[in-house]
């Protein structure tokens, strides 16, 4: 329960330092990655989602994995939770997968934040030493 607290104090007190998740990443995406990074690519567009009749709340990178549960439980309805559980647990763990995959580019921001910002305070440091060194040799 403390840390909780504190970290709520501390995101109050230096927001700053901390990302929006609404806003996405403020940093280039390729920063870091000599290679380039594997595109996260939705399997259906809008459009199709909204004529495959997928809910509003699963519209998402995992929505191909919902759209074989939503077959699967049509096909076997009434004893789908049997048959459609293969279905079920792949949609999970995509979901759990993406989840992992925000919660780790929160975390990236997170870094990159902090270290831009210990990067500003170390220059400016090195600027008002030098500033100061100048001033006592006149």
Known sequence: MGLNISGSIDRARHPEQY???????????????PEGRK??????????????????????YCAHYFRAIMLCTQQYWPAQYGYCE????????????????????????????RRRLR???????????EQHLTGNEE
């Open 119 to 129: 990067k500003d305070e170390k220059a400016s440091r090195e600027l008002t030493h």
């Open 39 to 60: 595109p996260k690519a939705a399997p259906y567009t809008q459009e199709e989602m909204q004529t495959l009749n997928i809910p509003l709340d699963k519209r998402d």
């Open 86 to 113: 293969p279905e079920r647990h792949a949609w999970e763990q995509c979901e759990y997968k993406s989840k992992l995959d925000d919660a780790k580019e929160y975390e990236r921001e997170l870094r990159l934040r």
């Open 19 to 33: 990302p929006e998740r609404d806003k996405g990443p403020t940093f280039d995406p390729l920063y870091g990655f």
